[in-house]
Structures are given as C-alpha cells and as structure tokens.
C-alpha cells in the first residue's frame, strides 16, 4: 500500500547490545518478546540464540552468542562476529530495556494488525463466508489486543468470592492453631494489630536520621527469616559486612563498641561465633549494590523468587535507590519509584518493607511526632503504600517517657502505624538495647539473651558454618 511497515531497528540493536552486556539484562524482558517480535531478520537470529543460551543456563555474552549462531549455521546471515561486536559496542548498559522492548513488542502488533487487514480484505474479494471472516478475524484481533494491554480473565464475581471464602477458611484453621496468615514482624503487639506482614503489601518504614531504620528493619528481616520465610535485602547505604555485623550484635552478648574495637575476650569471642552460627543458617540474601534501582531490584527479586530465596523484599531506602532519569523531577522520580516497589510486591505475592526519610516537619512540633505529611520527596509513597510505620524515639530529642508507675522510661521507642490500608492504625511500643542492635517487646521480661538456637534448627544452611 506504500507505506513503509511498523519498526524500530536502532531499539532492536540496543535490545541485542544490551543483553550480551549485561548478565540480568535478559530477566528484565521475561518474556515480553519473542524472536518473531523483531523486524530484521538477522535479529530474530540473534534472538534466538539469545533465547537458546538463557534456556540452557548459559553465560550470554558476545562469545557465546557467536558460537550459538554458528551451531546453527547462521552466523553469516545474521552479520557475522563482526556485527555482533558492533552491537556490544553500541550501548553502555541495559537502561530502559524494559521500555524499548514495550516499543518493539508494540512495532509487532502493528504490523501484525495491517497484515490481518490484508487477508480480511483479501477474504472478502475471494467471496468467503463473511460470518467466518469477521468470527475469525475476531479472534485475531482479540488476541492482538491482548498482547498489547495483558490477558485479564474477566470471571463472574463468584470466582472471588470463593476465593474470598477459602482465605477466610484458612485464616481461621490458623487463629485455631495459634498461627498467623502472615509473616512475623519481630514484635508482638505489631502482629496483632497486622496480622503480620502480608503478601503483596508494600509497607513504609519512615523515620528521621538516626531513629533506627535499618536496625528496625533487620529485626524484621530476622524475625521473618527465624519463621523460614527467604528475605532479599538491597542495601544502597550500608555494605554486605556491615549488616552482617548488625546482624551478628543482634544475638551476641558483645558491646557494639567493644566489638568494634577488638578489644574481645575469650567469652565474647564464643558469643560472637554462636550468634554467627544462628544467623548463618537463615534464609537472609544481602545485595548491597550501591546503584540498584528499582528495575534492577525486580529483575533480581524475580530471579531469586524462581530459586525460592523470595518471601519478602527489604529495600534499604527509597530516597538512595537510582532513578532512571527520565522523570520531570526528583518528585516524580521517587513517585514512580514507589509505583514500582508496589507492582513488584504485587507481582511477585510478597511484602516488600522499604524504608523511607522523612523531611524536618516533626522537629517543628512539640511532641516531634511524625506524620504522614512529613513523608519526603512525594506524596505518592502515602498513596501506593498500603502501610506507613514511623519510627519515633522520644529519648533521642530529650523528651521525657514515663510508665504506669510513673518511672522514666529508658531505650523506648514506638512504631506508629500512621496508616493501614486492610486495618487499624495506633501506636506499637518496643524496647531497645543501647546500642541499638537488639529489640524486644515492650513488655518482655527477659531482654538480654539470644534466642535459643531451637528456633531455627528446622532451617538448612547453604554451606556450613566454618568453625
């Protein structure tokens, strides 16, 4: 008909570069193309290599694509090793690969829309049954459209409702049996009024510097990981050594100060080696990749979720993950950063805990209280979370505590559930050590010792303990 067909070449090529670049680069498209999606054939070929070496658990890379390619006799047709390397050399990372795929995939269907044009008019002037000819087309067309915006099934409300009723049925076996439907927060009062975290829930813990957010975050993952459920942790602040070491002060009997200095004795020494056995054996898998982002995050989430090393997500915080840079401004960027945590919540059926900064709002009040106003950079985060905890330690501003006895209260804090989309808000009390490694209820009675070793001798460590 004249006109030139739907395509984006230059896209393809930074797809292919990308991916022999970049080892995760592949899992960020998880099956958004196929081969057939690209326009230039050599580029199919090479996809297909692509896809032929991920399916093999292969290393992709330029080598390895070469020799695929010559496996299959296509190496000449597809440009040669030659134009293989000029595709590597044609970007420097897989940024928005996600995105130029989308463009690609879309570039298909509509060259695949014009070609079923074409054999619907071709139809008609062969005189074929027009009731055929628009069914199937139909058909076509609506799998066409299903391709672009994502199959949705549609079923009748009663499909819900039972499933509604076998959660409840399951919620109940559990309350029977003394469990809860979700994961352990590490504090008592936190899991009567949440149930626990639960599964595609994106929760916010937010607090001024120094409140404690990674500690409180930690105690989190360990609860969780005690309980046998995988927590994936991405830390943009702090190193792999430095949350281990966090973690090892959380069960030993050891001065976080002493620790660090050295200054040791035998019997801390012991302390220290059986807090690292405990922790040694839970399911806790640390990334402390400075730069990740949140693309990068659910690339990697998704990879450990098909290993089963994904039950819950903790991002070590918002404010320090990159951005893509193709926002308007800093607001928008942490918006969709936001957006993003919740869909990879969703998708992958897990809570995802991110911790957050707050701006100096509380400090301007008399209690120093936070609110959800006080939530830095976007009021997106209140809006995708569907909860909010604050961390607030009244000690910390010299701000006076006292019990039901009215005795000064020491090493207090408070989480506040400032907000709770499936249920009650209010305020949680906890206890802390000094230096903040270790966190009990507000009401325990014995705060001093580490667990017994019996809560976690169902869990099988990857490698043994080294001593």
């Not at 580029?43 to 297909?48: C, E, G, P, V, Y």
């Not at 190496?75 to 463009?103: K, M, N, P």
């Not at 808000?425 to 010792?449: A, C, I, P």
Request: charged fraction near 25%; aromatic fraction near 6%; charge should be negative.
């Amino acid at each position: 008909m004249g006109f030139v067909p739907p395509q984006a070449v230059e896209l393809e090529e930074a797809i292919l570069g990308a991916l022999m670049i970049e080892k995760r680069a592949y899992e960020q498209l998880d099956s958004i193309l196929k081969p057939n999606d690209f326009y230039v054939e050599s580029h199919r070929n090479i996809f297909k290599a692509i896809n032929s070496l991920n399916e093999s658990s292969k290393p992709i890379d330029m080598l390895t694509v070469v020799e695929e390619l010559k496996k299959t006799g296509l190496l000449e047709s597809s440009g040669g090793a030659v134009y293989i390397a000029q595709l590597t050399e044609r970007v420097s990372s897989a940024a928005h690969i996600d995105f130029h795929a989308q463009i690609i995939k879309q570039k298909a269907i509509e060259r695949e829309t014009i070609d079923e044009a074409r054999k619907i008019i071709n139809r008609v002037h062969e005189n074929e049954d027009i009731g055929d000819v628009l069914f199937e087309s139909g058909k076509h067309l609506e799998s066409l459209q299903e391709s672009l915006i994502g199959k949705t099934s549609g079923d009748h409300i009663s499909v819900s409702l039972k499933k509604a009723l076998n959660e409840m049925y399951a919620r109940i076996e559990m309350a029977r049996n003394n469990r809860r439907s979700g994961i352990n927060t590490g504090f008592s009062d936190l899991n009567r009024m949440t149930n626990g975290w639960q599964k595609s829930d994106l929760i916010i813990l937010a607090a001024r510097p120094a409140m404690g957010k990674t500690a409180v975050a930690l105690h989190h993952a360990k609860s969780a990981a005690i309980q046998g459920i995988p927590v994936a942790i991405f830390s943009m602040e702090m190193s792999d050594v430095s949350l281990a070491n966090r973690l090892i002060l959380s069960e030993a009997n050891v001065d976080p100060e002493r620790f660090k200095s050295g200054y040791l004795t035998n019997e801390e020494i012991k302390s220290i080696e059986q807090a690292t056995g405990y922790i040694w054996k839970l399911p806790i898998y640390v990334d402390d990749n400075p730069c990740a982002s949140m693309p990068y995050i659910r690339a990697k989430c998704r990879v450990l979720s098909k290993q089963g090393k994904c039950g819950m997500i903790i991002g070590d915080y918002l404010q320090l993950t990159e951005s893509d840079g193709d926002s308007g401004n800093r607001e928008q960027e942490v918006a969709k950063m936001s957006r993003t945590a919740k869909k990879i919540a969703k998708e992958l059926e897990v809570p995802f805990l991110l911790l957050s900064q707050l701006n100096r709002g509380n400090e301007t009040r008399q209690d120093k209280k936070p609110l959800l106003s006080d939530l830095r950079e976007s009021g997106a985060i209140e809006q995708d979370a569907d909860m909010v905890i604050f961390i607030h330690r009244p000690e910390y501003y010299g701000i006076e505590v006292t019990d039901k006895q009215g005795c000064k209260e020491s090493n207090y804090g408070e989480l506040i559930v400032a907000k709770h989309r499936n249920g009650a808000t209010g305020l949680v009390k906890f206890k802390h050590n000094v230096g903040m490694t270790k966190f009990y209820d507000y009401n325990s009675q014995n705060v001093n010792h580490p667990h017994p070793d019996s809560r976690i001798e169902n869990i099988k460590p990857e490698q043994d303990v080294p001593f």
